[in-house]
């Protein structure tokens, strides 16, 4: 059974940072692209970055593109998330997810919003001013 632990939430004020891990089971982890996805109240589901242990290919939203990085760990199973210089506008509810590609590029990320079936249960993050 695939599952997706998210970690690293909280509040934090502008400028700050924080870390959030997605801890993966259930599945050979380089089999898979891993992303976060982000969700604010009244907002879409936002695709932000992910990554390919496979060959290694990442990407960021240009929303976060120099603030956020992504980085996975294939012997601990975990996709971090570094966020820096965060916003207010970052605030939101986190997910991570994994579907079975082998390259992560802004294409991998849509086509994931959509056919993705493995989801964390979401870890809160919230920017004050």
């Known amino acids: 059974e695939v599952q997706l632990v998210e970690s690293g939430g909280g509040l934090v004020q502008a400028g700050g940072s924080l870390r959030l891990s997605c801890a993966a089971s259930?599945?050979?982890?380089?089999?898979?692209?891993v992303g976060w996805f982000r969700q604010a109240p009244g907002k879409e589901r936002e695709g932000i970055s992910c990554?390919?242990?496979?060959?290694?290919?990442?990407y960021h939203a240009d929303s976060v593109k120099g603030r956020f990085t992504i980085s996975g760990d294939n012997t601990k199973k975990t996709v971090a998330l570094q966020m820096s210089n965060l916003k207010p506008e970052d605030t939101a509810v986190y997910y991570c997810?994994?579907?079975?590609?082998?390259?992560?590029?802004?294409?991998?990320?849509?086509?994931?919003?959509?056919?993705?079936?493995?989801w964390g249960q979401g870890t809160q993050v919230t920017v004050s001013s």
């Open positions: 997810s994994a579907a079975e590609f082998s390259h992560c590029d802004i294409k991998t990320i849509q086509a994931m919003g959509i056919v993705s079936q493995h």
């Open positions: 259930g599945f050979t982890f380089n089999d898979y692209v």
């Open positions: 990554f390919s242990d496979t060959d290694g290919s990442a």
